[in-house]
Every structure is written in C-alpha cells, then in structure tokens.
C-alpha cells in the first residue's frame, strides 16, 4: 500500500449547524465539549499533576494544581478544537472520527474556530496570572507546535508525523515542573522525553488498526507506507529506548526506591508486549491476528501507573 502525497480535498460545508432535534443545546453542549477531546486532555492532565508533586516533594499547593489543571485543560481543549477545525475534511472520511461534531455539522466551522481560539486565550491568561509566565509560555508552545507544526505541516506529509509532532503531548511534564519551581531542570526533561518515545508505539499501535482510514484520507502514517512487520520493529525500538530512558530519571532526580522498582517492572510488561506484537507481525497482515490494539491498552496502562509513580516516589520515600 503507497502513500499518495496529495492530502484529501476538502468537503464543502455549511457556515451554520442544521437545525434538528440532535442540535438541542445538550447535543450542542456535549459537541463543543467533544471538540476538546477529553480523553486527550485526561492523559495530558495525568503526566502534569504527577510531576507537581514530583517538584513539590510531596503535596503541592491546591490552589496552584487547581489553576494548572483548568489552564492546561483548556490548552489542551484548544489545540483539539483548533486540530478538528483544520481536519474536518478528513474527519468526515474516517470512520474513528466521522462522528464529531463538524463532520456531523452539529457546530458551525467558525463557532468551533472562534471556541478554540477563545479557549487558547482563557488558558494563557489563567497559566500566566494564577501560576507563572513560565508556565504560560510553554503552554502556548505547546499549543502552536501541535496546531502549525503536527497538525498543518507533518501530519498529511510525513511518515515522522507523529514522532516530531508528537513534541506537543510532550510539554505537560515540562508545565508540571514549572508551575510549582518556576524553573526548568533535567528531572521534566528526562519525563518529557519519556513521553516523547513513548508517543510512537502507543500511536502507530492505533494507526495499524485504522490503517484504511489513513490511507484512504492520503495521511502517511508508518503503518499507511509500510509492513506491519516493519511498523512492530519501529514499535520495539522505540519501546526500549522509551524504558531506558525512564529509568535515567532514578539518577538524575535522586528519587526513592518506588519509582524505579515500578519503573522497571513497567518497563518490562510493555517491553514483552512490544515484542508479542512484532512477532505476530511476521507473515501476516490480518489485525486479527496482530491485536495492535492489545498494545494500545498497554500503552495507557504503562504511562498512567509510571506517572502515578512519579507522584508517589516523594509521598512513600521521602
């Protein structure tokens, strides 16, 4: 299967949602909400209060985590928004997405424009007043490096897609760490880089079970170009060098005992996971026999308790 490097026209659209009964203001309400993306925002909120605490030493203050989570949630939501509002073309031709709320023109592609930027607006504002400019500024890093850079430049060209637009997903560790020190240090660094090779295998586990809708939208994702056999090699470079580099955090930040016990046993489950999924590459391009999805889950179990580590590390050991 080749990648025609010509991404997909766009739909014509109306400039105002239909008018039916699904556009009640609860259908309404939940269609802006699932321009945010909430899950998104979950796995972003779960590797910055971590690395709070982290910073802290312990429990940090309440006020600052509750300014954090809201400004980084709506960062996050507006980056999403934004991301739908550009690839509503595609979105409409894929079946994970054909349901969202332009595709289905529940809101109108400049309400969900005017959201986003205004959710962009909100949360500087927040981040740079109630926590620190720091923390702002990265926030708008982020959100301007997931839109311009992933979303607009990589995404329908590159096979490196999400490995260099995965950078955005990665920052949450980075505003975690800022918002309690105001300062940055090697200890988010080496976090920032664990989600950033973890972004790859959790990704492209995904790609492969959507694959034909990739490809029938012209996005180049690895699993769109190449083999699986290829892509679940790709998938265990990335995953040692993802358990590698979470256990420089140990040395680096001078944690307790819990974090690399866990980080360890972690890494060793996703590790044999990985290498599960390779094999069942070879020879076959059948997802029923792939199961890429098994190492999707695995990849949200993996990230969710490792950060939960992070939290815990100072709480137990200090």
């Known amino acids: 299967m080749t990648y025609v490097g010509q991404s997909a026209p766009a739909r014509s659209e109306p400039d105002a949602p239909r008018t039916s ?12 909400l699932g321009l945010t993306k909430p899950r998104v925002i979950e796995l972003l909120l779960l590797t910055t209060v971590p690395v ?40 409409e031709q894929m079946r994970r997405t054909r ?3 332009l595709p289905r023109h529940i809101v109108s592609t400049r309400s969900a424009l005017v959201f986003g930027v205004s959710l962009g607006v909100l ?23 997931y839109l311009f850079v992933y979303t607009m430049l990589l995404k ?14 990665c920052f949450p560790a980075l505003i975690g760490w800022t918002a309690v020190t ?14 950033f090779f973890w972004t790859p295998p959790h990704t492209w586990a995904l ?30 470079l990335y995953s040692w060098v993802m358990v590698l580099t979470s256990l420089l955090l140990w040395p680096v930040a001078d944690t307790g005992w819990v974090y690399p016990v866990v ?22 391009e059948d997802l029923s026999e792939i199961r890429p999805m098994v190492l999707f889950h695995a990849s949200n179990l993996y990230l969710s308790l490792l950060f939960v580590a992070v939290a815990l590390d100072p709480l137990l050991t200090r």
């Open 52 to 91: 709070m605490f982290f910073a802290a030493r312990g429990v940090p203050d309440l006020g600052l985590v509750v300014a954090t989570v809201i400004g980084g949630s709506l960062s996050a939501g507006s980056a999403s928004a934004l991301n739908c509002v550009y690839d509503r073309d595609i979105d």
């Open 123 to 145: 949360a500087t504002v927040i981040l740079a007043v109630w926590v620190n400019p720091l923390s702002a500024v990265l926030s708008l890093v982020a959100e301007c490096f």
């Open 182 to 195: 105001d300062q940055l240090a090697w200890a988010p660094v080496v976090l920032f880089a664990v989600v």
């Open 207 to 236: 790609a492969l079970r959507y694959r034909e809708d990739y490809a029938g939208v012209d996005v180049p994702m690895l699993p769109v170009v190449a083999p699986a056999e290829t892509v679940g090699r790709q998938i265990v």
């Open 263 to 284: 980080a360890v046993g972690l890494g060793a489950v996703f590790l044999v996971q990985a290498h599960r999924m390779w094999a069942r590459t070879r020879g076959t």
């Open 156 to 169: 329908r060209r590159t096979t490196q897609n999400i490995v260099w637009g995965g950078l955005a997903g």
């Open 21 to 32: 009964g699904s556009s009640r203001w609860k259908d309404v309400a939940g269609a802006y």
């Open 99 to 101: 349901r969202r709320a």
